[in-house]
């Protein structure tokens, strides 16, 4: 596949400033793959605000992609991100709702564990996993998670495999993983 480059504009960026999250370094590349891939199912384990998601429905929209966009989290928060209130949801559900109403973007309030029985074995293209950082807890996410993407064509990606403050464990796994899968950094 020849890889294009879009020069886009994301359009919640204007009630979520793109300074506002650590995964605004990304909006592009997301967006790119989104756009390249063409994917059918998007499953993105902790979506929080929405950043990421966000930036991956853009590309949905700008593409007019026929895509599920499946958002997991429990909108609780957790010791690394932190926990807020139902406002952090209801925020969420708002911005979908004002710029992505023509996007299937599908929330799944529950843990992570609870929504893997609702997608089938191999039917994930693209799997975003972004939940707890600790080293026990993406691992545990990636080989719950793995049965379901697409054996030959499906992609996994991981956020902060660089960090290696507190807890944070994500770049262990991705050192165990990336012997053993192609991969890109």
């Known amino acids: 596949m020849e890889w294009k480059y879009f020069n886009n ?19 592009f590349f997301a967006y790119d793959l989104v756009r390249n891939v063409k994917p059918k199912v998007i499953v993105e384990l902790g979506t929080h605000k929405g950043n990421s998601l966000f930036s991956m429905a853009q ?39 004002k710029y992505y109403v023509d996007v299937n973007i599908i929330p799944h309030k ?8 609702e997608f089938e074995d191999n039917s994930i293209d693209i799997l975003h996993i972004d939940g ?15 049965p379901k993407v697409k054996k030959d064509s499906g992609i996994i990606m991981f956020h902060d495999i660089a960090e290696k403050r507190k807890d944070f464990g994500v770049y262990r796994l991705w050192d165990e993983l990336k012997r053993k899968y192609s991969n890109i950094e």
Not at 13 to 23: G, H, M, Q
Not at 132 to 146: C, G, I, R, S
Request: aromatic share 16%; hydrophobic share 35%.
């Open 59 to 97: 590309a949905i929209k700008d593409g007019k992609l026929e895509t599920k966009l499946h958002g997991i989290d429990t909108w609780e928060g957790d010791p690394q991100a932190g926990y807020y209130g139902e406002d952090i949801y209801n925020e969420f559900l708002k911005l979908s709702k």
């Open 9 to 27: 504009t994301f359009e919640f960026t204007k009630d979520l400033p793109i300074e506002s999250s650590a995964w605004s370094g990304h909006y």
């Open 132 to 146: 707890l950082h600790t080293y026990e807890a993406v691992k545990h996410d990636f080989e719950t998670w793995l």
């Open 110 to 117: 529950m843990l992570f564990d609870n929504a893997v029985k």
